[in-house]
């Protein structure tokens, strides 16, 4: 394996975080990003680099197969938690914007913004209905079986992890206790930025990419009503949002004076309309500027690049001048994460899920467990140094040569669009050591990297030139999966200096809100095009092994 370091500055050779005027030194920018099981925020100077840092974990339900479901109360209480943290010790007054990310759940509200129910036990503190969850799967094969024109920006075929089959769940399942009630549908990113603005505009990126909106045409009345929703068109789609802005818009009159309070921020400083997560990690490591480090896509457009960004689930960002219809994947939506460039998503629904039940439900794994704890190492580190002690002269990939795994233990994202998929592990013995389980772990990592490469494929097929991988996200720090993404797809695989890249895109649009820099995207350079949403980038280049 061959690892490179380099550091590589900005286009202009000197820290920027966007393209725009100077600015007065000492300004910050505050990110705060929601995950699927933990709130973290972020301090950000004008150069991109991270101050400071703070996570909290966020509460999770499962009350039965299939339903997941979280809290905003508790998700607010983590944003206000981790915010306080990081501005600890600092003047408060140079914070100008604050950005936020979050995962594309389903906020659910009554008229006077107040939670509601989205289950049978009649809990309005658990009134999200999260992005993974799959309890709407007769809704959504009804919804796939109209041929409506709108699925053909979502790869043809509606995910059941998408928006309006959850709304026709609810409205078919718990029509008293929450449908009749409700006042307002957020997608998570757009709760946020409501409860720190008090302004319901949401998000071009949630609904472009969740909700079926167009950033062209609007919303379609006729979806709506083919699928037995005909009652968000009322006033306006005012439930669901009649005032859409581009990420990185600056909401109303900044930040209430009851939300400062509780995020331990000054009043009256600019909030960002949002972005989904995955996106906003896209949006962090897209454009870096490469030049000079022999990189293919040195010398070829943006749109040569694919921003995976992996945890819980993995995300495959690819951009392009033009509308790209890829069968299986999500898109194209325009200006969902670069304005002006179309998207397309693809993804697996378990990834960072996915290695952990693969672990954790081994025999071996208290004994993992405890030689790590012993090593002051993490289990995932442990099992990386167990490889490298059992491969004896073989490349590491071919321990795995009896022992695969299908992943679709969630259902198939991309590019097959089947829910229904199941996963599968062949090659299993009687054995149920640590050199097993770490082998196990292997094959998983191997089949989540084969995902990726099938969903490139599809990428390629449909119009796509797609040469090099940017990595961010918790697996990214992984140097197994990075390694595996670069052996199995043949790509070179870029990383940050800065981790916490998701981060950083966030704080980017309370950037932009404040004004102090004109665009998330503005800078060419002949042909061409980067987003400076970081001063310095240091590359690790993963490139493929040699097999023989």
């Given amino acids: 394996m061959h690892i490179r370091l380099h550091k590589v500055k ?17 300004h910050y920018y505050v990110g705060i990003d929601v995950g699927t099981g933990s709130v973290r925020a972020a301090l950000v100077d004008q150069r991109g680099i991270l101050l400071a840092f703070a996570e909290r974990p966020i509460k999770k339900w499962e009350p039965q197969f299939n339903h997941h479901e979280q809290s905003s109360e508790d998700i607010w209480a983590a944003c206000c938690h981790v915010t306080k943290k990081i501005v600890q010790g600092i003047d408060v007054h140079r914070i100008r914007g604050l950005g936020f990310d979050a ?3 389903l906020v659910v509200l009554d008229k006077q913004f107040h939670p509601l129910p989205v289950n049978h036990e009649g809990d309005s503190y658990r009134n999200i209905i999260m992005w993974l969850d799959h309890r709407a799967v007769s809704q959504v094969h009804r919804i796939n079986k109209t041929k409506h024109d709108v699925l053909q920006y979502v790869g043809g075929v509606m995910s059941v992890e998408m928006q309006a089959p959850k709304l026709l769940w609810l409205k078919e399942n718990l029509r008293e206790t929450c449908w009749d009630k409700a006042g307002h549908f957020f997608d998570l990113p757009d709760f946020l930025s409501w409860k720190a603005t008090g302004v319901t505009a949401r998000s071009l990126c949630s609904l472009v990419c969740k ?3 167009s950033a062209e045409k609007g919303w379609d009345d006729s979806f709506w009503k083919m699928i037995g929703l005909e009652d968000l068109i009322g006033d306006n789609y005012s439930k669901i949002g009649n005032l859409v802005l581009p990420p990185g818009t600056s909401l109303g009159s900044g930040l209430t004076p009851e939300a ?5 921020l000054p009043p009256g400083i ?6 989904i997560d995955a996106h906003a990690g896209g949006l962090g490591v897209i454009g870096a500027d490469v030049r000079g480090y022999g990189l293919v896509c040195e010398e070829q457009p943006v749109t040569s690049r694919l921003a995976v960004i992996c945890g819980t689930s993995s995300c495959h960002m690819g951009i392009s001048k033009d509308p790209i219809f890829v069968p299986g994947v999500w898109g194209p939506y325009f200006s969902a994460m670069v304005p002006g460039f179309w998207l397309n998503e693809g993804g697996q629904s378990v990834t960072g899920k996915l290695i952990d039940h693969m672990v954790q439900s081994h025999a071996a794994f208290p004994e993992l467990q405890a030689k790590a704890t012993a090593r002051c190492q993490s289990i995932y580190a442990y099992l990386n140094s167990h490889l490298d002690l059992i491969k ?14 299908w992943p679709d233990f969630h259902g198939n994202r991309s590019p097959l669009a089947d829910l229904t998929l199941k996963g599968m592990v062949t090659g299993l013995t009687l054995s149920q050591g640590l050199d097993d389980l770490a082998i196990l772990y292997l094959a998983t990592v191997q089949a989540i990297a084969f995902g990726t490469r099938f969903i490139i494929e599809a990428m390629q097929t449909a119009g796509h030139s797609l040469s090099t991988l940017f990595l961010c996200g918790g697996l990214s720090k992984n140097p197994l ?10 790509m070179p695989v870029v990383l940050s200096q800065e981790v916490e890249s998701v981060l950083v895109g966030a704080a980017v649009l309370g950037a932009c809100a404040s004004g ?33």
């Fill in 103 to 105: 995962t594309c759940s």
């Fill in 260 to 264: 400062a309070k509780e995020l331990g």
């Fill in 270 to 275: 600019a909030v960002a309309a949002s972005l």
């Fill in 211 to 213: 909700w079926t909106y």
């Fill in 481 to 490: 999966f990075v390694q595996m993404h670069a052996d199995i797809t043949g």
């Fill in 10 to 26: 900005n286009n202009k050779g000197k820290g920027t975080m966007m393209s725009g005027g100077d600015q007065e030194p000492g």
């Fill in 392 to 405: 004896k002269a073989q490349p590491v990939g071919f321990l795995t040569v009896d022992l695969h795994v």
């Fill in 516 to 548: 102090d820099f004109t665009s998330v995207q503005v800078m060419s350079l002949e042909e061409h095009l980067f987003i400076l949403s970081h001063s310095e980038y240091s590359l690790t280049l993963f490139g493929t092994r040699s097999r023989g």
